[in-house]
């Protein structure tokens, strides 16, 4: 899976520009604030139809601009695909292979990446968010049953907290069964989806974790909550859960309990990296888990996705340096950095030279 050509109109500080990426390593390098970021960013906004760094889409739209334009040209295992998105104030219009799509979940799988940058040690350090978020965007890319489950499990959350919220208590508790069978029923898919995908993240992750440190330290992953059963015996038991909560969450106003409350735990040699694990160490856990992240996508699609490293290797010491250089080899990376010669090594690549929102040739 690679991805060939992508044009960029009006999009964050872009007018009108087009890069060529090669299927190894592609390095962005340029001064500070030019607008190699806001490249990476939208190669993975084409592989998701989501952004890692805004909330509302109109924040991607350059400045005095009505709209902006993103187009991908690339190649997966089926053949070429185009994927397209016009971004407007209000709404947008995602497109692959020039075919309107109606929903972002439609998306996913024509092109799948993996983003890491500084920001991901709140992968580590932050509330259980960061972590939720993280599986929700990786497994999606990879499962439309999860997407799908997903959205429909925080519509339907969204409904019964605002129903939690009325005056009329005895409304409430009459109208709650409906909804909490619904909720249980995609709840349960969320949570084997989860459990399957970190059976096979933690010991991948371990293993990166274990190259980039030469087995200096150990990191493994595990869920908070342990759900055991099959989904139809998992959803009974949150059905369950969610009656014994009435009183607790007519109290409180929101759902308490569910998938959405949960978080996974992150060990590095048996303690738990969260207030433990120094800002080196938290780095390289959540670069390991990144990584992990692209084996993971390999075993399940059969391609490897693009790799996206967003200022990295300035937070590494040289040993790791040269220890992710060569764990990336042979996949497509895009990789941002302001001086290529300090980071590379006479590593081939195709450098890009970014500068005030332009390519310089």
């Known amino acids: 899976m690679v991805i060939k050509k992508l044009t960029l ?3 964050r500080n872009y ?14 390098f340029g ?52 994927l397209e998105a016009d971004i407007y104030d209000n709404k947008r219009e995602l497109r692959v292979n020039g075919n309107k799509i109606a929903r972002a979940v439609d998306l996913l799988g024509n092109m799948n990446s993996v983003f890491f940058s500084p920001g991901e040690l709140r992968l580590i350090q932050d509330g259980p968010d960061e972590r939720r978020r993280f599986l929700n965007l990786s497994i999606s890319q990879t499962s439309r049953a ?5 959205l429909r499990y925080h519509k339907i959350l969204d409904q019964r907290n605002n129903l939690l919220k009325e005056r009329d208590v005895s409304m409430v508790l009459e109208t709650l069964p409906v909804w909490d069978e619904q909720l249980s029923r995609y709840a349960a898919t969320i949570i084997l989806h989860r459990k399957e995908y970190l059976q096979m993240l933690s010991p991948l992750a371990g293993e990166a974790h274990a190259f980039l440190t030469d087995g200096g330290e150990g990191l493994t992953l595990s869920t908070e909550k342990e759900y055991e059963g099959t989904e139809e015996e998992i959803a009974e038991r949150l059905n369950g859960e969610l009656s014994a909560a009435y009183e607790r969450d007519l109290r409180l106003g929101y759902t308490t309990v569910g998938p959405h409350r949960d978080d996974v735990r992150i060990f590095i040699d048996g303690k738990e990296a969260k207030g433990f694990a120094s800002q080196g160490q938290t780095r390289t856990a959540a670069l390991s888990m990144k990584l992990a992240e692209v084996e993971i996508f390999k075993r399940l699609s059969g391609e490897t996705p693009v790799l996206i490293l967003d200022d990295v290797m300035s937070e590494l010491d040289l040993p790791r340096r040269k220890k ?38």
């Open 31 to 82: 001064k500070n604030a030019q607008g190699k970021t806001n490249c990476a960013e939208a190669v993975f906004y084409l592989c998701t139809g989501a952004s890692l760094r805004i909330r509302h889409d109109r924040q991607l739209i350059k400045t005095g601009a009505e709209y902006a334009y993103i187009r991908a040209e690339a190649e997966n295992r089926y053949g070429n695909v185009l």
């Open 15 to 28: 007018e009108d520009e087009t890069f060529a990426f090669s299927e190894g390593i592609n390095v962005l």
């Open 324 to 361: 992710l250089l060569a764990r990336v080899e042979g996949l497509q990376c895009i990789l941002t950095c302001t001086h290529a010669e300090r980071v590379l090594y006479g590593t081939e690549t195709n450098k890009i030279r970014v500068s005030g929102g332009k390519i310089v040739r």
């Open 146 to 150: 999860y997407c799908t489950a997903l």
């Open 9 to 11: 109109h009006n999009f």
